[in-house]
Structures are given as C-alpha cells and as structure tokens.
C-alpha cells in the first residue's frame, strides 16, 4: 500500500461503463515522511470516501482491479481507505 494525498479531481465525458458512478481522482503520492515522491496519478475512489486535501492509501495493480467486490474494473490504483495519523518510530 501507498500513502498520498488527493490534490484534484477528473472529469471524464466517457469512460469504460464498469465505472459508471465511480469518482476518479488526482492524487499526489508521498513518501513515509509525508514528501510529494514522484508525479502525481489518477486513482479510483469506488467508495466515495476521500475529498481534496485527504490523506489516502491506495493499492496497485490487480489488487485494484479487485477492489469492489464481484466486480473486475480496468483500474491501475484505487484509494481504499483514509489515512487518520502517521507514526513514525526510530530503529
């Protein structure tokens, strides 16, 4: 999983129908010190869960693809949940 932080929304006049009702969002992806790392990425919000400024964690790749359940979507990084604090502990 990854942390990042919503930055923006996407309006898209057509997409695949098995997104229909699906927001699509921008998010800006963080590194474990909250750091912007890398560019920022279009991720699925299939719970409607997160607003600008959010702190989310997302998952890649199938487990993406799987998020809804019974339901297969063409997705590459889908936000599943918000994230509440980040603690970091020294070694």
Known sequence: MDIG?????VVATRKDPSLH???LLIVQPLDERLNPMGS????TDTEGIAG???LVYMVTGGDAA??????RV?????????VEEVVLTED
């Not at 920022?40 to 991720?43: K, N, Q, R, T």
């Not at 063409?74 to 918000?82: F, K, N, S």
């Open 74 to 82: 063409p997705v590459d990084i889908a936000i599943v949940g918000l």
């Open 5 to 9: 932080k919503v930055i923006g929304t």
């Open 40 to 43: 920022p990425v279009v991720a």
């Open 52 to 54: 600008y400024g959010d």
């Open 66 to 71: 799987d998020v809804i359940p019974g339901k």
């Open 21 to 23: 009702g699906i927001r």
